[in-house]
């Protein structure tokens, strides 16, 4: 994964609209967020989550011959993404590429893309990233939460000796609910308001968390992790606590009051998080969800115990209010 070493606490942006920091604090459940520094973008973030995914894999980048990015926000608007990374990461060149774009679920819909090429043995590895600098309008409740990051993934056969973790089944629930939206010239999304709760997010997930239930057969109670989509931290934990996951399921991939919403990225960093704590046998439920709408289902089941990944020495530097707005508006 990779996240910007810059961050803004939420307390800096209610104090500059002159809004209590505590109530937004608390209404969000977010502290501060990670924010793109000069030169990051979609693209150098997916790069650098790319290249460690394909270090800890232990497999040459050559071995790679898929790459989706899933992204709303591309550096290019005729441009892959995709292909850029695969150039930059020097994989095979007979390679599938392509950008994704579902809100927030792009990335872990690339995920079940790469997913099926391994499956139909069309390739042996593949690459999987989401990665986001979100948008949001100055002002906007979006802008205490839209944040920046990349998460990745290799994903190839389960019986490789070095795999780490299976995928045992997914699935998807779409509907057309406008909860959220950009058109092709503005600047900035809309949405809904509290809409985006309820039919949205609420609704998706939910038919989500049911659906691989049945399909599986699992008992929900028995699952170790569960990571969920996380647009703040109000919306999981209502969820959560609707269908019983507990603190304990939950804490290693809820990542979201330190980081923020990276979107297309948000599930899957939570699940790289809960990738490193959990144990050979352990099993894993994550649920994205992207407006617009839809949700990936995802039920997994660790195959050895987890890795560490290296630790980011950087030092994190906060950014006051303009300076956080003339980073935003320069990587736009």
Known sequence: MYLPSHRIKTATIAGHWKKDPVSVEKGLGVNEKTVPGDGEDTFTMAYEAGKQAID????????????????????????????????????????????????????????????????????????????????????????????????????????????????????????????????????????????????????????AIKGITEVSGCDLSSIHHVILHMPNAKFPSKMAKEFGFTKEQMQEGFIVPTIGNTYSACSMIGLVHALQKAKKNESILMIS????????????????????????????????????????????
């Open 56 to 207: 800890t894999a232990n497999i040459k980048s050559s071995q790679i011959s898929a790459v989706f990015v899933g992204s709303e926000s591309h550096p290019y608007a005729v441009k892959p993404t995709s292909g850029m990374v695969a150039a930059a990461l020097k994989v095979d060149p007979y390679c599938h590429c392509a950008d994704l774009e579902f809100a927030c679920k792009a990335g872990t819909a690339g995920m079940q893309i790469v997913d099926s090429f391994v499956r139909s043995k069309q390739i042996r590895y593949g690459l999987a990233i989401g990665s986001d600098t979100a948008q949001a309008a100055p002002g906007d409740a979006l802008e205490y939460t839209a944040a920046a990051g990349a998460a990745a993934v290799v994903i190839g056969p389960s019986t490789e000796k070095n795999a780490l973790c299976s995928i045992d089944k997914t699935l998807s629930f779409t509907t057309d609910t406008p909860d959220f939206w950009r058109g092709a010239h503005d600047r900035y999304p809309q949405h809904a308001g509290r809409f985006t709760g309820e039919p949205a997010y609420f609704h998706h997930v939910r038919e």
């Open 289 to 332: 969800y992207g407006s617009g709408a839809g949700s990936d289902a995802f039920l997994m089941t660790m195959l050895r115990d987890g890795i560490t990944l290296p630790s980011d020495n950087r030092e994190t530097e906060y950014l006051s209010y303009a300076h956080y707005r003339e980073r935003i508006t320069s990587n736009q």
